[in-house]
DNA sequence: TTGCCTATTGAAAACGGTTACAATTTGGTG
DNA sequence: CACCAAATTGTAACCGTTTTCAATAGGCAA
């Protein structure tokens, strides 16, 4: 059934070793024998193992990348940033979900361990810090998206807390001063960050912070709905809502605009992500947008560079950010900006 | 710098074949022997290296599959699906991303004939019918999400016509004849069946099929946006909008709001897929349920069954749909179901 | 003709595992 | 004590490539 590279050898009268040649478009091989190996590979309908290949070369070139799920939409970009840096170089991206499951990612991690793949990169990291650093310095592992509060490891992201800063301020800008949070009980580091940079926008501008206009739930528009939900319910409700991802920005706004709010004046939106849907939803949503694009594209350029020289680049990169102003803030003006 | 199995050997005083026999669990093997064993893998660091048994064994335990991009939430459900029936089995499933370019779809079925993965499932294939039957008929190939119109192929999927009949029958039942249909210009077998099905529902109620109530855009909101538009400009506007995905009405319905038009009573929309947004835009999207879990699920377990059977299995197997009824036709009562 | 250089070729050794088979040890039995 | 079966172990072949190295052939100058 299977045809290998002896069989074409066979076929064409010349050794595996000018077949693998031919293949391999080395020089030193005559026109005559390229012709016959070819016609031989055409005839026998051959296409090369690559588990023999990558086991002598010691290289897949391959690229895994770890993800959450595919439920977060923003991750299109980075994967294509990703993929679009890996074609350059002849590199292919495979992605895997965790689930969010540690355990799950660290399987998925075995794929580098065993070498099905060169290096991989975590895009959403539920591994705790010690155990990433490890493995970085073991083998070519990288973190996009996340920033890892540790030295010694490649990793490509945003500043999330000047990003959440920004926003915050902006709405403070607009005369808010009493601005709700919608956060995530998972305590990754972009939700830290990012509250961080809410906090630091209160104090900048004197603001208290008040713990009861911070609501934890999960990364869905169900939890930006409830908390809304929660948000009406207080005796004093917020004026403005930054939520750390335009997902729950959306489920938030779903239940304001349901509850008759005026979005845009009466309470002010402001998301994070910049996702497609951020600009479908009625109103439009102001967010942050991360340029996805070229986090995942620096990210495997470092990574393959890595790969190569192997004294690694360990470094922290934060790529810059902007803020989206659109319908969500009363910037309806804006609104065409993508 | 890497390891191998004969550094553990040597380092528990056993031989190599021993080694592997602990690795694998298997029997023969005296308890001092694979307590030494584990002592040299703990102290080395050891991890098998995957090409050299996976090369020996021919087998990977990987299914690949091949998706457009991560764009389309909906996929979401159907890898998850693919993942827990691959796990039940020792199986991981890999994900690449075609960006419907029809070579890039076949150099990721590269790792397929070059045995870096065990199988493959096209989640939209842009191939043409021909390639795919053959590729199949030589590799363990299924097709989901979409109907491949041949025989020789496993394919999982739903009656893509029906449900579109099902959809517009139930317009039409609200007293509608004006249906303005969004299709997509790329020609997938689902948007043909589904617009064949919008015809055929039309037909059977002695509708006129009239194509200016056809718009063709791409996969986008953008292009429901851009549809919704060319409607509202008709001398007669429809008094329904059907469109082939979600994402299209979502972009269509937020255009009509723009436009002041009452969506459930002045315009009804109907969806397609029942991505997570659509019940969060407002008002909520009625939309058609494709049961993506389960055909995830199904379609691997059937793909297992025939790497490892090989008496394959390649039926077209139709799993059932469910018309979700929400605001946007007017069925507020149900608004709360998903 | 001889000698030397270059271009082409093939044999065989890797790569890192698994596994068939043979060899050895162990234990029990007559 | 001799013998046999069963349990454990090691040797070596094998999976399908790439690549080193040596061998061969061909061309050209002396």
Redesign the interface.
């Known amino acids: 059934m299977?045809v290998t590279i002896k069989d074409v050898a066979r076929e064409a009268n010349v050794s595996v070793a000018t077949v693998s040649r031919v293949l391999n478009e080395k020089k030193n091989v005559s026109a005559e024998s390229a012709e016959a190996v070819k016609r031989a590979v055409e005839k026998l309908?051959y296409?090369?193992?690559?588990?023999?290949?990558?086991?002598r070369k010691?290289e897949?070139k391959?690229i895994?990348a770890i993800?959450a799920?595919?439920?977060q939409?923003f991750?299109?970009d980075v994967?294509?940033g990703m993929?679009d840096a890996a074609s350059a170089q002849g590199y292919?991206?495979?992605?895997?979900?965790s689930?969010n499951d540690p355990e799950r990612e660290m399987h998925?991690l075995?794929?580098m361990?065993?070498?099905?793949v060169d290096a991989a990169v975590l895009l959403a990291p539920k591994l705790d810090t010690e155990t990433i650093v490890d493995l970085a310095s073991?083998y070519k592992l990288a973190v996009c998206l996340e920033r890892v509060d540790a030295q010694g490891l490649l990793c490509v992201t945003i500043n999330n807390e000047r990003a959440a800063f920004d926003a915050t301020s902006y709405l403070i800008g607009k005369g808010r001063h009493r601005i709700g949070l919608i956060t995530t009980k998972i305590r990754s580091q972009s939700s830290i960050d990012r509250e961080n940079g809410y906090r630091k926008a209160l104090r900048a501008n004197n603001i208290p912070f008040l713990p009861e206009l911070v609501y934890a739930g999960d990364y869905?528009?169900e939890s930006g709905t409830k908390g809304c939900d929660y948000f009406l319910n207080l005796p004093r409700r917020p004026d403005a809502v930054f939520s750390i991802s335009d997902t729950i920005s959306?489920?938030a706004m779903?239940h304001a605009?349901?509850n008759n709010i005026l979005i845009g004046t009466e309470m002010l939106f402001f998301g994070f992500d910049n996702i497609?849907?951020s600009h479908?939803?009625?109103p439009k949503l102001s967010t942050v947008d991360q340029s996805c694009y070229l986090q995942g594209k620096t990210v495997v350029e470092k990574l393959i560079s890595n790969i190569k020289n192997d004294k690694p680049d360990t470094g922290t990169y934060m790529l810059p950010h902007t803020l989206i102003l659109r319908e969500s803030t009363g910037d309806a003006a804006a609104a065409n900006r993508r």
């Open positions: 299977n309908g296409s090369p193992n690559f588990l023999g290949r990558d086991l010691s897949t391959r895994l993800i799920s595919t439920e939409t991750y299109n994967l294509r993929q292919d991206v495979l992605i895997a979900t689930a998925l075995g794929m361990f065993s070498r099905a073991r869905d528009a959306i489920g779903a605009v349901q497609g849907y479908m939803f009625i």
